[in-house]
Each structure stands twice: as structure tokens, then as C-alpha cells.
Nanobody, 127 residues
Framework: QVQLVESGGGLVQAGGSLRLSCTISGGAFRTLTAAWFRQAPGKDREFVAGKDGGAYRTRYADSVKGRFTISRDNARNTVYLQMESLKPEDTATYSC????????????????????WGQGTQVTVSS
């Protein structure tokens, strides 16, 4: 059974940085598309960034382009989200998700395409 465990959340001032980690076990890591989603209080969960198993295709939400970077370490079965120039509006619970469906780029942002989810880690950005 595929399991995802996130870490790295916390409290940071606006303009600061954080790196989130998601370690995936129980599956063929290199075949999984991995993504980060976030949900702010009172709002729907939204796509942040995704990267396919071969690390050929990457997708970002417009709101984080140029500030966030998703990466994968196949040796550690871990997906990272490096977040720079954080803003108060980035405050949310960030969840890691994985899909074994071999997603194409246009499908990466669709929550329904992901079978596996982590519990989430809180990121709070103070102004």
C-alpha cells in the first residue's frame, strides 16, 4: 500500500523560505506522478505543483510560478517543494499526492487523478 508522509511545514515571515518533503513508500516511486496541493481555511483545495515519474514534465499553478520548485530524489523516494518569497496568501495546509496513472501534463492539476494522499503539513506565513 502506498503511503505518503509530509514534513517541513512551519511558521515563516513573508519573504522567507521553506522546503516541504514528501516521502513515498509502498509503491514504485519512479512510476508515480507526484504533486503538491494546498487548502487554505474556508477555501477549496488547489493544485500547486506536479512532476511525473520520469521527471520530464513539470507543472505549476500560476500563483506560485517563479517562487516554488518541485523536485524528486529517486534514491530517497522523496518529493520536495522548495518555496521562496513566501506571501501570507500562501498560508495553507499542504498535501502531497501521488498517482500511478501515468498522468499527462494537462491532467496533473486534477485532484481526482490522484489515488494516494498524505495527511498534510501546515504552512503559515506571517505579514
Amino acid at each position: 500500500q502506498v503511503q505518503l508522509v509530509e514534513s517541513g511545514g512551519g511558521l515563516v515571515q513573508a519573504g522567507g523560505s521553506l522546503r516541504l518533503s514528501c516521502t513515498i513508500s509502498g509503491g514504485a516511486f519512479r512510476t508515480l506522478t507526484a504533486a503538491w496541493f494546498r487548502q487554505a481555511p474556508g477555501k477549496d483545495r488547489e493544485f500547486v505543483a506536479g512532476k511525473d515519474g520520469g521527471a520530464y514534465r513539470t507543472r505549476y499553478a500560476d500563483s506560485v510560478k517563479g517562487r516554488f520548485t518541485i523536485s524528486r530524489d529517486n534514491a530517497r523516494n522523496t518529493v520536495y517543494l522548495q518555496m521562496e518569497s513566501l506571501k501570507p496568501e500562501d498560508t495553507a495546509t499542504y498535501s502531497c499526492a501521488a498517482s500511478a496513472r501515468g498522468l499527462i501534463w494537462s491532467s496533473m492539476s486534477q485532484q481526482a487523478q490522484y489515488e494516494y494522499w498524505g495527511q498534510g503539513t501546515q504552512v503559515t506565513v506571517s505579514s
